[in-house]
């Protein structure tokens, strides 16, 4: 059987006239089963269809979601460990914002990219995510905390352009009109800076908001902390990420993980700020969250000086409010307990 939330809607509608039905149904469902809420658990009984065409859907398509396995909470975050139907383990948050309630999802189990201030990147890559077991987060979150999503982080354990079509899939289901209809500008995929896939990313029909972790303000201390520099520096990361904002007309988000000591300074600030120049990229501040790594946390005066020194030369930045330290589900602290155990 296919995993019904694993498809978009135009290859939902493909999908519909290969098996010899109307791909007007395909609307239907789709809308149906995302944004008018029918009750999934019925199948497409729910639809009026004629039995034949029911009972044919209904051996077509799953309605499988990752099993909870376990559930942590506070006030303002909480975190779901997942288990997938090989037995392999993720983990995704839910951030309750101003704005709404945002979610972080994952995209594979473990990571490649091995950045050393990051416990994803302790894990070596088993397998990427399915675009249904990736929505099927965001749609396990829903039903758990019965909540609506209202922003979507493509930030959590994997690296999503390296598993790229399948995360693309995944973000057209989450932002789609007729889906969960999470506004696009409120969907952000993060990349490490696969530079051919921010060129492939900004030709989508309809890309979603991009951020990039860059986490450093020269090519000397990035290739330290993040192999993959060595491979797309930055003056081509940065090249891409202009070709998007042309493209898109969308900022770019440059995330920039506060390390004590390490990238911290003013004068990294200063830096920071001339590489940026007057591109229309702005940098999001994240203090760094313990890990086991050696890496220690910039102090919450250092981080206020380091966005002081940024807004002084042109330089929009913020500071991202801490989620889920507490949970061990914020920013760089995603691992999954078990499958660690199992390295």
């Given at each position: 059987m296919l995993n019904f939330y694993g498809f978009t809607l135009p290859k939902l509608r493909k999908h519909f006239e290969e098996i010899g039905e109307n791909?007007?149904?395909?609307?239907?469902?789709?809308?149906?089963?995302?944004?008018d809420g029918k009750p999934w658990e019925h199948g497409f009984g729910e639809f009026g269809f004629a039995e034949r065409v029911a009972e044919k859907l209904e051996r077509e398509f799953s309605f499988e979601l990752p099993e909870v396995v376990e559930k942590t909470e506070d006030e303002s975050a909480a975190k779901l460990l997942l288990r997938l139907s090989d037995g392999e383990c993720i983990e995704t948050v839910l951030m309750r914002q101003?704005?709404?309630?945002?979610?972080?999802?994952?995209?594979?189990v473990g990571?490649?990219?091995?950045?050393?201030?990051?416990?994803?990147?302790?894990m070596k890559k088993r397998r990427d995510l399915t675009p249904a077991e990736i929505v099927g987060q965001a749609l396990r979150i829903s039903r758990e905390f019965s909540c609506r999503i209202d922003g979507v982080s493509v930030m959590g354990i994997g690296e999503p352009f390296d598993?790229?079509?399948?995360?693309?899939?995944?973000?057209?289901i989450l932002s789609e009109d007729k889906g969960l209809a999470v506004g696009r500008r409120h969907v952000t995929v993060s990349t490490c800076g696969i530079v051919p896939k921010?060129?492939?990313y900004a030709e989508l029909p309809q890309p979603c908001s991009l951020a990039i972790s860059l986490h450093a303000p020269d090519d000397a201390l990035r290739s330290e902390l993040m192999p993959i520099n060595k491979r797309y520096p930055i003056a081509e990361i940065f090249?891409?990420?202009?070709?998007?904002?042309?493209?898109?007309?969308?900022?770019?988000?440059?995330?920039?993980?506060?390390?004590s000591g390490v990238n911290d300074t003013d004068e990294c600030a200063?830096?920071?700020a001339e590489l940026i120049?007057?591109?229309?990229?702005?940098?999001?501040?994240i203090p760094y969250n313990a890990t086991d790594s050696e890496f220690r946390k910039s102090d919450n005066e250092r981080l206020s000086r380091f966005c002081a020194v940024l807004k002084e030369h042109g330089v929009t930045a913020t500071k991202r409010r801490e989620f889920g330290a507490s949970l061990k589900g914020a920013c760089g602290q995603l691992r999954a307990d078990n499958l660690a155990k199992r390295e």
């Open positions: 791909p007007a149904k395909a609307d239907i469902v789709f809308g149906g089963f995302y944004k101003r704005f709404g309630n945002c979610i972080c999802v994952s995209t594979q990571c490649n990219m091995a950045c050393k201030f990051c416990q994803s990147g302790l598993n790229f079509e399948n995360t693309a899939d995944a973000v057209s921010i060129y492939e090249k891409a990420a202009e070709y998007y904002t042309k493209k898109t007309r969308h900022r770019v988000a440059l995330e920039y993980i506060m390390l200063k830096t920071l120049g007057g591109r229309d990229f702005y940098v999001n501040l």
